[in-house]
């Protein structure tokens, strides 16, 4: 535990002992802007020099040798200073000129960059909004800034100019698919440099556009801004929603992938969304795909934001959204939804076991797919008609009266319209088998 506290007592000595510089002057307090921990650098920028000094504080109480460098550290050039124990000060703090103390050799020698930002204040004359040729998609920003550069020397002589940050700051309109709504967005883009034209994506809303910067005039409270007039926004977002409640039968085979569609018949409620009040036309088109050709054709156009369609026949279809703008200059087509619905299949048991193995196989059912209008009838062997039903979906548990009928064969008929709205009847014999006891 002694070695311990002992380590710590002389991490923190050394830290206190470390060689400091301390930057003062000017309006407001100056701003470490750029920080070279390679070449041992800071660049600090000071709204004005007014009353500027440069401080300095050593380990030990040595004589401090101050020097100053307008490109090369190594033909630097002597500054009188104040010294009081082991600390000094400089005045009379020149622009763009770099300071120091000791040796420019001294890998341990730190330096300092000065730089009279109220020099460089940017000044902003316009902000305007330029359509691009694909207007729909993008939009092209030009600002005319003025900014003198400001740069600084590394203690080797390289010059660096000292990178500006502005923003530019607008109104769009963002998709959330959990909430199925766009909600209002703030966007603040960070501009390195002096931009004179940046290219963003159409804001979805009606909106102005401001810059401000840059970002060493809003630490000294000197942050210039200028706005563009507002711009119409004419972009379009389209989003959609296919939903349908039906639930497929254990006994209906249907595709159980991602494709919508399976079997006939099948209700959807196809619901758009879009970035409103920019988008104003809804359009939903219904469309057939041609089996031998492969061509679409157009069966349905509807204008609403809901569209209801009950597929009933087999095929390929494509559901597809279009939104307009109110000034019906940007469309947006991207939503479509392929829809498959399989042709009919149908199916009868041979033989099933009712009253016998309860839950395997005691149950007449018929497979099927898109079937649109059912009915089933069993006969006994002499014609006699037993039990019917309607649904497909259920079956016959081979009691009739609520008694399970004797084992042998009985006869079934379907009718039912298929997938392309034809009428069909299939018929077969079926047997009753039961476990002997």
Known sequence: MK??????????????????????????IPHVAEEDVRNHLKVYLLNSLQGAQISFTSAGSELHNWYKYKEKALEASPVACVQNGN???????????????????????????????????????????????DKCSFLKITADVEAEPIVYYLPSGAPVNLARNYHLKYHTQ???????????????????GIITEITIDAPLANTDFTLTGDDFAGHFGMEQTIRSAEYQAIAVEAHGKAVTDKEHADNEVHNSGTVL??????????????????????????????SITGAMSTLLRYTDKVLRRTFDREGTFVVQ????????????????FPISIGRTYIKIPRAFSPGSSIGINDELKIAYTSITSFKASIFNRWGKLLYQWTDPSKGWDGRVSGKFVPTGA????????????????????VNILRAKE
């Open 3 to 28: 070695r311990f506290i002992f380590l710590i007592i002389f991490l923190c000595a050394s830290f206190h002992l470390f060689p400091q510089y301390s930057v003062t002057g000017g309006n407001g």
């Open 87 to 133: 600390t000094s000060w400089i005045t009379d703090i020149e622009d763009e000129c770099g300071y120091f103390t000791g040796s420019p050799t001294d890998p341990e020698t730190y330096f300092i960059w000065i730089a009279d930002y109220s020099l460089y204040v940017p000044r902003f004359f316009s902000l305007e909004v330029q359509e691009e040729e």
């Open 174 to 192: 963002k998709w959330d698919e959990d909430m199925l709504a766009f909600l209002p967005q703030s966007v603040d883009l960070e501009l390195k």
């Open 261 to 290: 569609g399976g079997s006939a018949p099948i209700d959807y409620t196809f619901t758009a969304y879009a970035n409103e009040p920019v988008a104003a036309f809804y359009i939903w088109k219904v469309m057939e795909r041609d």
């Open 321 to 336: 959204l279009e939104v307009i703008d109110s000034k019906s200059v940007c469309v947006d087509t991207t939503q479509i």
């Open 410 to 429: 009985y006869y079934i008929i379907v009718e039912y319209t298929n997938s392309r709205g034809e009428k069909c009847t299939v018929s077969q014999d």
